[in-house]
């Protein structure tokens, strides 16, 4: 028989004839809440909060709520395959994760669990640039895993040739650039607690390993910690860059980029004339632009503009394994899981990261397979509907 992702049902149900109950929710919805309850505010604070008022992370949420799937009857779904090739990737799913710096706020094993747990599930992991533990140390405990690096595009040419010179020999397949975040966006929930991470020194240590970076400093990073940390603050990321940049990227990086936090259209046309391989259309969760338009809204144009020639993913909002199906029917191919993985990290290490992960697999097979879909091939825009405001 086949094995299929939705068989974690029936794990969870065989587990309980013995009296266990998972230990974390299978609504994903939930973690959010449970994170606020068992986790410290500052770094909950970080990982949930988002830009201004929080209407760009409301819009999110509702944009793929007012999408709602048309389920299809007998249509042979008794054996499923939700494999996808991704820049040029064999996947067992449509499903990665996101890049999200600091995981050390959230659990001491950080990115280096996240990255185990994927692997363990055969998902990719995506390593931010600001990550808590050194890209090497994450590689290795990524294994075998597939590994995409996301690049902060800082101000020194040398940090940045460094950092893909490091995650090339690394074995990170793929370069994430993440144009959203040139300048860090007023987010209220850290400003009224005066929470920033990175002041304290986290998501500093691909930058404080790094020799190019130490190049710039005066003293060596363990002789004055608080004018290294200023350093970072200063050249991580640059509001100056213009798209004739990326071709230095080009030149540096033998291997698929994909441009992370594209939402216009013309811009997808821009990234592919810069000779890009992939945009991700997304909004950084709501953490950048408050007011902004719904990632989910800005996904069919930005698919019909150039998903014959790059490689759409999305991320913002997603959940649930519904989620994932309606970000397919509107254009993606695959999806990045942020948020929610981070609080399963938060809530038990590695073990939350799979849980999470299983779910939402769980969830988007058993979907698919109610709605009448044996795989991903025949999610159209024809699938979903609007509900009726
Ligand atoms: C705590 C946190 C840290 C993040 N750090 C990064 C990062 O270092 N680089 C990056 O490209 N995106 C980063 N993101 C954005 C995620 O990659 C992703 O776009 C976002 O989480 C998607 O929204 P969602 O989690 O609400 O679905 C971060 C998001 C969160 C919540
Ligand atoms: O918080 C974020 O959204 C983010 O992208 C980031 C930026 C710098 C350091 C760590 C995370």
């Given at each position: 028989?086949?094995?299929?992702?939705?068989?974690?049902?029936?794990?969870?149900?065989?587990n309980?004839?013995?009296?266990?109950?998972?230990?974390?929710?299978?609504?994903?919805?939930?973690?959010?809440?449970?994170?606020?309850r068992?986790?410290?505010?500052?770094?909950?604070g970080?990982?949930?909060?988002?830009?201004?008022?929080?209407?760009?992370?409301?819009?999110?949420?509702?944009?793929?709520?007012r999408?709602?799937?048309?389920p299809r009857m007998?249509?042979?779904?008794?054996?499923?395959?939700?494999?996808?090739?991704?820049?040029?990737?064999?996947?067992?799913?449509?499903?990665?994760?996101?890049?999200?710096?600091?995981?050390?706020?959230?659990?001491?094993?950080?990115?280096?669990?996240?990255?185990r747990?994927?692997?363990?599930?055969?998902?990719?992991?995506t390593?931010?640039?600001?990550?808590?533990?050194?890209?090497?140390?994450?590689?290795?405990?990524?294994?075998?895993?597939e590994?995409?690096?996301?690049?902060?595009?800082a101000?020194?040419?040398?940090?940045?040739?460094?950092?893909?010179?490091?995650?090339?020999?690394?074995?990170?397949?793929?370069?994430?650039?993440?144009?959203?975040?040139p300048?860090?966006?007023w987010?209220?929930?850290?400003?009224?607690?005066?929470?920033?991470?990175?002041l304290?020194?986290?998501?500093?240590?691909?930058y404080?390993?790094?020799?190019?970076?130490?190049?710039?400093?005066?003293?060596p990073?363990h002789?004055?910690?608080?004018?290294?940390?200023?350093?970072?603050?200063?050249?991580?990321?640059?509001?100056?860059?213009?798209?004739?940049?990326l071709?230095?990227?080009?030149e540096?990086?033998?291997?698929p980029?994909?441009?992370?936090?594209?939402?216009?259209?013309?811009?997808?046309?821009?990234?592919?004339?810069?000779?890009?391989?992939?945009?991700?259309?997304?909004?950084?969760?709501?953490?950048?632009?408050a007011?902004?338009?719904?990632?989910a809204?800005?996904?069919?144009?930005?698919?019909?503009?150039?998903?014959?020639?790059?490689?759409?993913?999305?991320?913002?909002?997603?959940?649930?394994g519904?989620?994932?199906?309606?970000?397919?029917?509107l254009?993606?191919?695959?999806?990045?899981?942020?948020?929610?993985?981070?609080?399963?990290?938060?809530?038990?290490?590695?073990?939350?990261?799979?849980?999470?992960?299983?779910?939402?697999?769980?969830?988007?097979?058993l979907?698919?397979?109610?709605?009448?879909?044996a795989?991903v091939?025949?999610?159209?825009?024809?699938?979903?509907?609007?509900?009726?405001?």
């Open positions: 028989m086949t094995r299929h992702w939705a068989d974690f049902q029936y794990e969870i149900y065989l309980g004839m013995t009296g266990a109950v998972p230990r974390l929710p299978t609504d994903l919805t939930r973690l959010e809440e449970m994170a606020e068992r986790l410290g505010p500052g770094p909950v970080y990982v949930a909060g988002s830009a201004g008022d929080g209407s760009t992370a409301r819009a999110n949420r509702a944009a793929l709520e999408h709602r799937i048309v007998l249509r042979d779904v008794h054996e499923r395959d939700l494999s996808v090739e991704v820049l040029g990737r064999p996947l067992p799913a449509p499903l990665a994760l996101a890049p999200v710096g600091v995981l050390s706020i959230m659990h001491p094993e950080a990115e280096s669990a996240a990255a747990a994927a692997t363990a599930l055969g998902v990719p992991f390593l931010s640039s600001a990550s808590s533990t050194p890209l090497e140390e994450v590689a290795k405990a990524s294994g075998e895993g590994r995409w690096f996301q690049l902060y595009w101000k020194d040419r040398e940090v940045t040739r460094s950092f893909l010179r490091r995650a090339k020999a690394a074995g990170f397949t793929a370069l994430f650039v993440t144009l959203d975040t300048l860090l966006a987010r209220p929930r850290d400003l009224d607690q005066a929470y920033l991470p990175f304290r020194g986290v998501g500093t240590a691909n404080f390993t790094d020799p190019a970076f130490a190049a710039g400093l005066a003293k990073v002789e004055d910690p608080d004018a290294a940390v200023l350093h970072f603050v200063n050249m991580f990321a640059d509001p100056g860059k213009t798209w004739p940049d071709a230095f990227l080009r540096n990086w033998d291997g980029i994909v441009l992370k936090g594209v939402l216009h259209p013309d811009d997808a046309r821009l990234a592919a004339e810069a000779g890009m391989d992939g945009v991700v259309v997304s909004n950084h969760g709501g953490r950048q632009v007011g902004s338009l719904a990632a809204d800005a996904l069919p144009a930005v698919a019909a503009a150039v998903g014959d020639r790059l490689t759409v993913l999305f991320d913002s909002g997603i959940r649930t519904d989620d994932v199906v309606k970000a397919l029917a254009g993606a191919e695959a999806v990045l899981l942020g948020r929610p993985y981070a609080y399963g990290l938060g809530l038990d290490g590695q073990a939350g990261v799979e849980h999470v992960l299983r779910c939402v697999l769980a969830e988007l097979d979907t698919l397979a109610l709605s009448g879909h795989g091939g025949t999610l159209t825009r024809e699938v979903l509907t609007q509900a009726p405001l």
